[in-house]
């Protein structure tokens, strides 16, 4: 079965594309996961769910945060977005990913 799964998705956009692809026939299956991101982590998830499509929405999602603490932001946001790019290529990933990135950008 090919799942779509949704890291980050309690913030706005997430948790309302979770409550969307409830309601939705085009996910078959859905997971809202949550955790501390790291490229074992991804890997062992990828693996196991097999998923056609992964949006990645986790972020910190205060401007005025993001500004006032450089290397937290890069953290919590460029780090976790490169172990799930490494690791979906050490897994030979096929599907796709979705990466909206956070309101700090903009």
Avoid: C, W
């Avoid at 980050?8 to 309302?16: E, L, T």
């Avoid at 997971?31 to 992964?54: D, G, Q």
């Avoid at 990645?56 to 799930?84: A, M, R, T, V």
């Amino acid at each position: 079965m090919s799942e779509t799964l949704i890291f980050g998705g309690y913030g706005f956009i997430g948790s309302n594309l979770f409550k969307s692809s409830k309601k939705s026939k085009r996910f078959t299956s859905k997971k809202k996961i949550n955790n501390n991101y790291s490229l074992v982590f991804f890997k062992k998830i990828i693996n196991k769910h097999n998923p056609k499509n992964i949006f990645f929405l986790s972020g910190i999602s205060h401007p005025l945060f993001s500004k006032k603490k450089h290397l937290l932001d890069i953290k919590e946001n460029n780090i976790k977005l490169q172990n799930l790019l490494t690791a979906a290529g050490q897994v030979k990933f096929k599907g796709k990913i979705i990466y909206t990135s956070s309101i700090a950008v903009y």
